[in-house]
C-alpha cells in the first residue's frame, strides 16, 4: 500500500503509534462522526488505537491528512466487496473529521483512492455503501460518479444492535475511464 498525495492530502497507511491513535481519536469521538458510518464513537485514545491495530491495519485502510498542517483529518480504505464474489471488486468507506465537512476533502480523496484502485489492484468494478439519512455521504458519491444500484433493506447491522438499511452504489471501470478521461 502506497501513499497517495492530493493536491491538499496526503494519505498514508495507518501506524501502530500513538501518533496516528490521537489523530483518530480526535474526530472519531464526535458523536456526529461515527455513527453516520455505523460505528459508535470512540471512547479513548486506546480503542483508537485498537482500531488501527486490528482493522485498518490489517486492510487497505489510509489515514486522510492535511498536508499543510499534517493532521490527520479521516480515513478512507478499499475492503473486498462481500456482493460480488469472484469479481475483481473493492468496496469503498471513509470517514471525516467533521470540521472537515463541505470542503471537498472527502470528494478529493474518494477521486485518489478510485484511481489507485482502478491502477494498481486493476479493478473492474468499485463499490461504496451509505445509509439512507447520510447525505453528505452520498453528495460524495454521486460526485465521483458512481451510479445507484439499489437499497439493500436490513443490510447493516451497527453498533447500537439496530439493523440498518443501505443504500448501495458503484462504478466500472470504463466508466471510471471515461471520467478519468473527461479531466484531463
Not at 500513538?18 to 455513527?35: H, I, T
Not at 483508537?48 to 490527520?72: H, L, T, Y
Request: proline share 3%; with cysteine.
Amino acid at each position: 500500500m502506497d501513499n497517495i498525495e492530493t493536491g491538499r492530502l496526503l494519505l498514508t497507511p495507518w501506524r501502530d503509534c500513538l501518533e496516528d491513535a490521537e489523530g483518530l481519536y480526535a474526530y472519531a469521538r464526535d458523536p456526529q462522526v461515527g455513527p453516520n458510518a455505523g460505528w459508535k464513537p470512540h471512547q479513548s485514545v486506546e480503542e483508537s488505537r485498537q482500531i488501527i491495530r486490528e482493522i485498518f491495519m490489517p486492510a487497505d485502510v489510509w489515514a486522510i491528512r492535511e498536508k499543510s498542517s499534517g493532521r490527520i483529518i479521516g480515513s478512507i480504505g478499499l475492503e473486498n466487496d462481500r456482493r460480488r464474489e469472484g469479481v475483481n471488486s473493492r468496496e469503498m468507506g471513509y470517514s471525516l473529521a467533521k470540521d472537515c465537512w463541505g470542503h471537498g476533502y472527502m470528494t478529493e480523496a474518494a477521486r485518489a483512492v478510485m484511481d489507485y484502485g482502478f491502477r494498481v489492484y486493476d479493478l473492474t468494478v468499485m463499490a461504496i455503501c451509505t445509509g439512507p439519512e447520510n447525505r453528505r455521504s452520498q453528495r460524495v458519491i454521486e460526485k465521483c460518479g458512481f451510479k445507484y444500484e439499489g437499497r439493500q433493506r436490513r443490510a447493516y447491522h451497527i453498533y447500537d444492535g439496530t439493523d440498518r438499511d443501505n443504500l448501495v452504489f458503484s462504478i466500472l471501470r470504463e466508466e471510471w475511464e471515461a471520467l478519468a478521461q473527461a479531466q484531463l
